[in-house]
């Protein structure tokens, strides 16, 4: 397997190269929706699906399509979510949000692009496999996993309940509610889609699944606590925004000593789901450990 910097390399070097030729009367719209993907960020997600196709002994450059479309979609959401209607954030990765330099109509637009493009990506790259029936299959469960995980049912299920989230009316379900699907569903999803991807088998996709759920409540609640301890600087976005709204999360309804142990705890069950891969899986073993320090 690769490192983690190496995936994430050919991840940016290849990012647009699924973008559809845009009409001079439309330009505008490519020109925003790449500047919010060149902006930066971890591409974990593309990262977890590239890495799980290539441990389940897939070829990555098939996975590729599926790995972008994952990152046009998580795009967009932070696009949609900076909006002032949403979380009105106007710095992302310590860059101007997409409407402080588009404007909001065209901020809206780009979003809706991007989650298109990843659409019409993913259904373009099963045409390549009308003569191998099983490929094809398995790449059509590999984009029906990151639509589910994206939909309403996952990412937007988990937006709404936030959206709606009162500081004095919440509970211990919602926060969870909102922790398991806001962040976590598009966490898990690249996992499954990458290992669909590469023909692995029910077991392994069933323990690596369990693995990315814990990972994604993990790095949201990791994302609490530094909304309350982090670094503005470092984080690139302004920080309290969930005190600021009126919101609660995990830390305001357990407190930091029990989100601390509980970022512990979600690390330790998703290096135990994949156990049994012994010194195989360490690209995952450090990858959850290394999130749980994180400091951005």
Known sequence: MLKYDEYKDIINERLTDFFPEIEPFAATIGKAMEYSLRVGGKRL?????????????????EALPYACSLEYIHT??????????????????GKPTNHMVFGENMAILAGDG?????????????????????????????????????????????????????????????????????????????????MHIAGADEHMIEQFSIYANRLGIAFQIADDILDYEGDEELMGKKLNKDQDAGKCNYVCVHGMDAAKAKLHQLTEE?????????????????LVAKLETRKA
Not at 76 to 92: F, G, K, T, V, W
């Open 270 to 286: 998703a290096k135990e789901a994949i156990a049994e891969y012994g010194d195989d899986a360490q690209f995952f073993v450090e």
């Open 76 to 93: 967009y959401s932070l696009i949609h979510d900076d909006l002032p209607a949403m979380d009105n954030d106007d710095l992302r990765r």
């Open 114 to 194: 991007l989650l298109n493009t990843a659409a019409e990506t993913m259904a373009r790259d099963l045409s390549k496999y009308y003569d191998n029936p099983e490929k094809m299959v398995n790449h059509a469960k590999a984009g029906l996993a990151i639509i589910e995980g994206a939909g309403v049912r996952g990412m937007i299920a988990g937006q709404v309940a936030d959206v709606e989230n009162q500081y004095n009316a919440a509970t211990a379900e919602l926060v969870q509610f909102i922790e398991d699907n806001k962040t976590g569903a598009l966490l898990t999803c690249p996992v499954i889609a990458g």
């Open 45 to 61: 997600r593309p990262v977890l699906l590239l890495s799980a196709c290539d441990f389940a002994g897939g070829n990555i450059e």
